[in-house]
T-cell receptor, first 113, second 111 residues
Framework: DAGITQSPRHKVTETGTPVTLRCHQTENHRYMYWYRQDPGHGLRLIHYSYGVKDTDKGEVSDGYSVSRSKTEDFLLTLESATSSQTSVYFC????????????FGNGTRLTVT | GDSVTQMEGPVTLSEEAFLTINCTYTATGYPSLFWYVQYPGEGLQLLLKATKADDKGSNKGFEATYRKETTSFHLEKGSVQVSDSAVYFCALSEGYSTLTFGKGTMLLVSP
């Protein structure tokens, strides 16, 4: 495995509260991604990063922000959590684009009540 | 834009049966194609890949051939085991774009 740790693994929070999920990698991979996984939708890209302080939006970025101040850490923040953001969130990394496979963390299960 | 379509599941098989999970794609160029597998409670793991037409990816008895003429990348295994029960995702990556995933197909194998 690429040494990807997601924290927390489980979280329950209330509507309207801010939430930050952390992804930490030990492989020095340049690219990092946040996906959410929902039944019937597969995996959908939220945001990704192509280097320190370099990030871009994915297909479902509304309500989320990210930051990458160090190569090894990629944070996903829900500014004001909503019930529609209840999901399983996966972080993934890869050393380069153009066909390289992704390495995934084990996910964070977030429940917004 | 790019898209991936997989057969809906669950696919239910008895041990030692033959497996096919269909995957077709839409892309503007010449993508790389992947199959990922997700076991319960875990993240996705790369199962196999193919980077150009007619390439065959293989791993752990699973195979898939990149068919450009039919824009397909069907996953096959000759004899499934209970331990193959998982969710399988087909995906593509086109040049310097991010991965596009299908919705996943759950496979359930009974003894």
């Amino acid at each position: 495995d690429a040494g990807i740790t997601q924290s927390p693994r489980h979280k329950v929070t209330e509507t309207g509260t801010p939430v930050t999920l952390r992804c930490h990698q030990t492989e020095n991979h340049r690219y990092m991604y946040w996906y959410r996984q929902d039944p019937g939708h597969g995996l959908r890209l939220i945001h990704y990063s192509y280097g320190v302080k370099d990030t871009d939006k994915g297909e479902v970025s509304d309500g989320y922000s990210v930051s990458r101040s160090k190569t090894e850490d990629f944070l996903l923040t829900l500014e004001s959590a909503t019930s529609s953001q209840t999901s399983v969130y996966f972080c993934a990394t890869t050393p380069d684009e153009g066909g390289s496979p992704l390495h995934f963390g084990n996910g964070t299960r977030l429940t917004v009540t | 834009g790019d898209s991936v379509t997989q057969m809906e599941g669950p696919v239910t098989l008895s041990e030692e049966a033959f497996l096919t999970i269909n995957c077709t794609y839409t892309a503007t160029g010449y993508p790389s194609l992947f199959w990922y597998v997700q076991y319960p409670g875990e993240g996705l793991q790369l199962l196999l890949k193919a980077t150009k037409a007619d390439d065959k990816g293989s791993n752990k008895g699973f195979e898939a051939t990149y068919r450009k003429e039919t824009t397909s990348f069907h996953l096959e295994k000759g004899s499934v085991q209970v331990s193959d029960s998982a969710v399988y995702f087909c995906a593509l990556s086109e040049g310097y774009s991010t991965l596009t995933f299908g919705k996943g197909t759950m496979l359930l194998v009974s003894p």
